[in-house]
């Protein structure tokens, strides 16, 4: 039987593999406990103590690590086609299998943008040639993402779309979300909608409140999102739709969202690990990098999205990726474009600032992060129950790096953790029942 020193290039063409001793998180399963996992022709074979090698199975051995479902990242910025200086489909892949994302699926706001069939295509022939990750595609709610008239979203889920959205810009016609909506119902898809009144943040560069006053930097008030995601509940509750909002980031949103989930809404929702773990203390530094949109709120709002976390207002875990080449974020704020990186990060920050001071649970953690996007989008992922294809990640919660341009795989390099050290970090990630990445 081979063993843990067998080479990663051998065991990418094993057709089995054995992980050993690992507490397996699976919430799609309730199941939290120390076992064995085999993978056989791509698929999970058995999951259990009794789960035994077979002679010649490379064995990856996870004792002291946590092995989850292959993680999901619902909302990344790839760029290409169109801006392939920041970032590429390879590179974007090649970080996300870094970070432990199995599967990503990338918003639509390239150039051109993803509204039609053909756009489509090209990032799925991308996405095969790098062989990094599942890549899965939103398509555009208007065309060219103009907001004036809904894309052909028939054709366009029909050639592979899982949801719609014109992330980077908001859909500010409240009649043509309307008809997104209710269209997207006979197809069962959702509709994500980045959540912003534009003349409510126009010329902002930072949270609005105390700190931006301080600092003399032009706010983007709360209140944008807030009436955004308002208005967006309301037109989900008058056609039944299904409603995903992005990147929520407010009190009073978490709140809205709490009150449309009583009452039955169908409306999802997704944070970032920078809205959970930064405030807009950070733009003291005058640093772009503390640069996004919805911008980093004030410590109030960062312990309402904790809470809607913790009690299942907010469902997901998404990275909203956005890479910028250097000399893009290296201008002035004011100049510099909106967005951070997140995929290889997002790990270690949500263990270090979360799991290890008892924020949340790693149950808590992974369900937002597998089970929960992959239900909201219908994907066949985020999960190890038997038969279930085999993507894994494995994680070591105590491994401890610092976060350094030289250890990022995305072209761009514009985080802000960079410089700091960071517990807890992806050691092996098996896709498609192959181990293509270990450390």
């Given at each position: 039987m ?9 065991a990418r ?15 799609s ?19 259990g ?5 077979k ?10 690590k ?20 920041d970032?590429?489909i390879?590179?974007?892949?090649l970080?996300?299998?870094h ?5 990503v ?15 489509l295509?090209?990032v799925?022939q ?13 398509c555009?709610?208007?065309?060219n993402?103009?907001?004036?008239e809904?894309a052909?979203l ?5 050639a ?8 980077g ?8 979300m309307?008809?997104a ?7 069962d898809k ?5 959540a ?23 706010g ?11 208005r ?7 056609t ?6 992005m990147h ?8 809205t969202?709490?009150r ?8 999802t929702a997704e ?13 003291h ?8 949109n ?8 960062v312990?309402?999205c904790?809470?809607?976390l913790r009690?299942?207002?907010i469902d997901?875990i ?17 100049r ?7 995929l290889e990060?997002?790990?270690?920050v ?19 992060m597998?089970?929960n ?9 985020g999960t190890l129950a038997v038969?279930a ?5 494995v ?19 514009n ?18 029942g ?5 450390i």
């Open positions: 081979h063993s843990t020193s067998l080479s990663l290039e051998l063409f094993m057709s089995a593999v054995f992980i050993k001793g690992g507490r397996i998180i699976d919430p399963q309730s199941l939290d406990k120390i076992a064995n996992i085999r993978i056989a022709d791509g698929k999970i074979e058995g999951v103590t009794s789960v035994l090698p002679p010649g199975d490379p064995v990856l051995n996870a004792q002291g946590i092995v989850v479902p292959g993680l999901i990242d619902m909302h990344v910025h790839f760029r290409e086609p169109g801006r392939e200086e970032e590429t390879e590179t974007g892949t970080a996300a299998l970070g432990g994302f199995t599967s699926v990338c918003c639509p706001n390239t150039e051109p943008p993803l509204d039609s069939p053909g756009t295509e090209l799925r991308l996405a095969n040639r790098a062989g990094n990750s599942n890549v899965y595609a939103m555009c709610i208007s065309k993402r103009e907001g004036k809904l052909e028939g054709m366009l889920f029909q592979g779309a899982v949801a719609c959205s014109d992330d810009s908001p859909v500010t016609d409240p009649e043509l309307r008809r909506l209710e269209y997207c119902l006979m197809f959702p509709v994500l909608n980045h912003e009144s534009l003349p409510l943040t126009q010329g902002g560069v930072m949270h609005e409140g105390k700190v931006s006053m301080l600092l003399g930097l032009r983007m008030s709360a209140a944008a999102e807030d009436v955004m995601v308002a967006d509940i309301a037109l989900a509750e008058l039944g739709g299904r409603l995903h909002v929520l980031s407010t009190e009073h949103s978490v709140q969202v709490r449309a989930k009583d009452r039955g809404v169908r409306v944070v970032t690990p920078h809205h959970l773990t930064l405030t807009d203390e950070k733009l530094s005058f640093n772009s990098n503390y640069k996004m919805p911008p980093l709120r004030s410590q109030r709002h312990e309402a904790l809470e809607g009690d299942g207002t997901v998404a990275t909203d990726h956005a890479p910028h080449a250097l000399e893009k974020k290296m201008q002035e704020l004011d510099a474009p909106f967005g951070i990186i997140g990060t997002a790990v270690a949500l263990t270090t600032r979360l799991i290890h001071p008892g924020i949340l649970t790693w149950t808590q953690m992974i369900e937002k597998t089970l996007p992959a239900n909201i989008l219908g994907l066949p992922k038969g294809d085999a993507d894994i990640t994680i070591d919660p105590n491994r401890k790096w610092t976060v350094t341009e030289s250890e990022l795989h995305s072209k761009s390099k985080s802000p953790y960079l410089g700091e050290e960071l517990t807890g970090r992806v050691t092996a990630v098996i896709l498609g192959k181990i293509r990445y270990e």
